[in-house]
């Protein structure tokens, strides 16, 4: 993700699983054995510590449980197949989420969904996330990849400081007071619009 991020020549990013199973069912509980508990939270990853401000779609397909919904619900957009299933489940194996799931499933839901989700570990169909805004939309599992990527490619097509500003807008400002993040928002707004691109753009309107 670190490569993504500083590669000039990439600007949005797909996230996906390997056929049509599953998405990511979160940690192997099995793997874990022996290791300190401090490194298996996602310190320093994209789902907590890493900004990314460039576009990330997951392209959900199958089981996203636990820490696989976590990583969802740390990307930006989030597209599903019908067969996709959603659950943060850990309470349900004796822990609690923590690649962010309790802090950003809050703020996609109201809190009383988002406590029912997670305290009771509760499971969800693709429709189902699709009824409560958390998924953008769902396709047959056959038209993932191509939905994903027709998305991806409608975004790289834009330009990137502005995207990338946008997003890092939307991200900082949640933790901000509205002057605040306005402010922000201002200063944001006054690097993109220093780009030549952006004098090209309105060049090119006024020639229309």
């Known amino acids: 993700m670190a490569d993504f991020r500083d590669d000039p020549n990439l600007s949005v990013g797909i996230i996906t699983g390997a056929g049509d199973k599953s998405f990511c069912t979160g940690m192997d509980l099995k793997s874990t054995i022996g290791l300190p508990t401090d490194s298996l939270f996602g310190e320093g990853t994209f789902v907590r510590g890493l900004d990314i401000w460039k576009p990330l779609i997951a392209a959900v397909n199958g089981y996203a449980f636990g820490g696989g919904f976590e990583i969802a ?21 004796g822990l609690m989420p ?49 939905t994903a990527e027709e998305w991806a490619g409608q975004i790289a097509k834009l330009d990137s400081t502005a995207v990338q500003s946008a997003k890092q807008a939307m991200i900082r400002g949640r933790n901000m007071a509205l002057r605040d993040g306005l402010t922000m928002e201002s200063e ?8 030549r691109d952006f004098d090209a753009s309105r060049n090119a309107l006024a020639e229309e």
Do not use: Y
Request: glycine share 10%; aromatic share 6%; hydrophobic share 50%.
């Open 73 to 93: 619900l740390a990307c930006d957009i989030r597209i599903a197949s019908e067969n996709a299933s959603f659950g943060l489940t850990e309470v349900t194996i």
């Open 98 to 146: 923590g690649w962010g799931g309790t802090q950003r499933l809050p703020r996609l839901l109201s809190v009383g969904k988002a406590v029912e989700l997670i305290l009771m570990g509760k499971r969800i169909t693709a429709g189902e996330a699709f009824r409560l805004n958390l998924v953008s939309k769902v396709v047959p599992t056959g038209d993932l990849a191509t």
């Open 188 to 195: 944001l707004l006054s690097r993109v619009a220093a780009f």
